[in-house]
């Protein structure tokens, strides 16, 4: 007997059904109930879909993230949106989303504008949680509500339910102290409202409760180390089986507290860390569980069940009833269903599998192992010939690729000459005023654009029409620029419906999909492209539309790309060969689109790497090796052009302390970061190692409505100027305003640019 379980299933919808019932209600077009109804119906679709499981989770919905429920459930709210009044589903968004100043008035009186709760990736995913603030004052105090609903719901359906937590030491980890508290010295008076939950869930006859913990793949000091051990003995006395959850990486250090913490067992990610498995059954005590995380909840590719059962069988036969198994990690990573897949090539979609595919995979190991091999023949059998087929495929393996990969030198990442000589030969060129002013790239994606493209992909609008559709916006866009006074122009990337997406439609060795999508924070989501096979680029990608936006300026327009390693980090990629083959093979293809914009006549490139510092390992030991091929990739992509060229390269996530060596080594001469919020103390780094090209720091947050005021900026760049000599600053927005609207944006960049006005005049 082996029981199988899930870790948690994606919430969104197979049609985004959360996103757009969520988005409507926010934009005043619909009720609180009608949401509330939506939430109820997707968790019952999708404990349906998962009823051939021995246990389903319960808990893992959320209308946000998992990370502010987990908030709300410990009565950990910020100071700032306590007292608010109304439904608490209204508050809950409160936090999320904050309340602009414009629609805080009708509220003066009462609860005011709010800031929105800082949002962080988690772990090493592309999904970003809300950050759980600590303060000295930080008081606990439980709100089951949640939990028990959604527990009634489930039982109702007959679910055998799991109630899913975040477990106290990743609860404290993965927030933020906002005074000088130590998160840990919360631990004692958490632990309480802990045990009172576990011991409400046992009261409701609750069995076992998963408890995630994947702070434990991540190096933890001494006194974290202590925290588990401390936490786990206060929560034993619960009488409910706890089942503590790790994913995404190896237990290496942490290994054996891992598999001795006094729980009744231990979940373990068997893709990241199979070669830990054997080594565990050695060290568990012998009345634990050990789930094993046997199909990766973070790709697309079908499960090699073969191979799988080759390895599992032993460990099966070790274990017997102890054995339990289940997807590496939560599903939310991955989209909902492989079968809405219609457009899809038939011999790609046989190689893949999606959330619901993913648990028939569960299914047919378990059975395999229980009842033997013969009884999944058929499955086994065409499990095979799937694998078999992707192996071998002359659509995957692309002799010229490889070829043009074993070439590959390092003279190609070098550009010409040093930064100072390019610098003079740009300025001679480009002529740009001191704190030149430019943005990030995109401007907002308004519901018109979205709506042609999706007219242009039902075929309802032909390709003349959406070109000129497209053209008119990008003409809209370079208008306001020019009435604005910027000094490098955008096109404003209207005909890219994502950054990474775009390139990945475009690429030969990528699919995409259709409805793939997966949550990226709230209602916003994005849809990986599949990189399937060897890499290249059969056609120009983008230089059309930018030469058109630069045919109507005469200021420079600046190219506009996105750069290998975040193409890599923000698709689902090969899981057959090292991830710096595929980026080097993307490296190669963007330098050819970036050689093709230079000789198109473009002077100024920008190579987003806005995944670049987020792709870092979890573990602070394999960083070095990711940095080494992600900057040669970068450099391999950048630095093919002329010294008159210049290079920019834009980050948002901009915590350079540690790897601003790395940084450096890629040698853009320009770099836009993210710095707004950090009143440019992350410049310090800049500072510290004397950075020695130009740096564009973020004046202002893209992610707040609210008008940025023209002295603050004057203010943030003359704290730039302290760290960074000011003829090498520019004076650029936090990041790309997509998400925003045109209404907010003008009157913004109308600041920024009257800011960089105010500081040339006092220089
Ligand atoms: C910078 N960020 C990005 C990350 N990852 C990426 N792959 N891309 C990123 O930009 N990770 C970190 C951050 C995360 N931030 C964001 C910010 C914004 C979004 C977002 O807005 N996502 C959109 C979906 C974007 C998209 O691909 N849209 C398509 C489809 C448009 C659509 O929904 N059409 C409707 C019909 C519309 C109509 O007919 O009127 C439909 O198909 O039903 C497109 O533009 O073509 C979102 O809406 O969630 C994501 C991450
Ligand atoms: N060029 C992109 C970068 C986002 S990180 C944009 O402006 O949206
Ligand atoms: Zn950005």
Redesign the pocket.
Known sequence: MVTTHNLGFPRIGA??EL??AL?AYWKGQSTLDAVKQLGHELRQRHWALQAGLDLAPVGDFAFYDQVLDMSFTLGNLPARVQGFHGDELDNYFRVARGRSAQSAEAHAQCCGGVAAGEMT?WFDT?Y?YIVPEFTAATRFKLDASRLLQQLAEARAQQVKAKPVIIGPVTYLAIGKSKDDTSQLALLPQLLQVYTELLETLAAQGVEWVQIDEPILVTELDADWQHAFNLAYHQLKSCRVKLLVATYFGQLADNQYLAANLPVAGLHVDAINARSEIVPLLGMLPAHKVLSVGVINGRNIWKTDLNATLDWLEPIAERLGERLWLAPSCSLLHVPVDLDSEQALDLEIRSWLAFATQKLDELQILATALTQGRAAVKDQLASNHTAIATRRSSQRVHKPQVKAALEKLTPQLGQRQNAYAVRASKQAALLKLPKYPTTTIG?FP?T?D???A???F??GRLDAAGYQAAMQAEIARSIQEQEALGLDVLVHGEAE??????YFGEQLDGYAFSQFG?VQ??G??????PILFGDISRPRAMTVDWIKYAQSLTSKPMKGMLTGPV?ILN?SFVRDDQPRSVSCYQLALAIRQEVLDLEQAGINVIQIDE??LR?GLPLRKAQWQSYLDWAVESFRITANGVADETQIHTHM?YSEFNDIIESIAAMDADVITIETSRSDMELLDAFKTFDYPNEIGPGVYDIHSPNIPDQADMVKLMQLAAERVPAERLWVNPD??L??RQWAEVLPALRNMVAAAKTLRANA
């Open positions: 049609k985004r996103k757009f988005e990736k592309n970003h995109s994606q519901a654009i979205r709506h493209r999706s007219e992909k039902a890219r419906n994502d950054m990474v997406e999508w990226s924070y209602s916003r989501c994005v849809k990986p975040t923000w806005a995944a987020e948002c990041c790309g997509k998400t």
